[in-house]
């Protein structure tokens, strides 16, 4: 029986999520896929909320809800959204070590 809690992380299932917004006259379509996080429902849904809060309303995640995603404890967004023309990009944060790498087999 499998149980997800006895596999290694490295082994465990991909949260798959697609949505489309807003629902009368979609104007954003977003697919994603989140690696060996589990079910799409519990773990993407949360983290595509916030792209669609981005790219529709404008709104930038607060740090209380970025580090709730960052733990894999979010649901509904916390805290105040910021506006994006509060938000320095590119942020301060970004070393060579966050640019996406080749994946290693």
């Known amino acids: 029986k499998y149980n997800a809690a006895t596999v290694d992380e490295r082994m465990r299932d ?8 807003p629902a009368d006259e979609p104007k954003v ?4 896929v989140v690696e060996n996080s589990g079910f799409g429902a519990q773990n993407a849904a949360p983290i595509a909320r916030r792209v ?3 790219v529709i309303l ?7 809800d970025i580090a709730a995603v960052q733990k894999g404890q979010a649901t509904r967004p916390i805290g105040k ?7 320095p990009w590119p942020p301060k944060n970004i070393t060579a070590t966050s640019v996406p790498m080749p ?3």
């Open 14 to 21: 991909h949260a798959l999520y697609i949505a489309f917004a």
């Open 29 to 32: 379509a977003l697919a994603m």
């Open 52 to 54: 669609f809060d981005f």
């Open 58 to 64: 404008g709104q930038y995640p607060s740090e209380e």
């Open 81 to 87: 959204p910021r506006d994006l023309a509060s938000v």
């Open 103 to 105: 994946a290693k087999p």
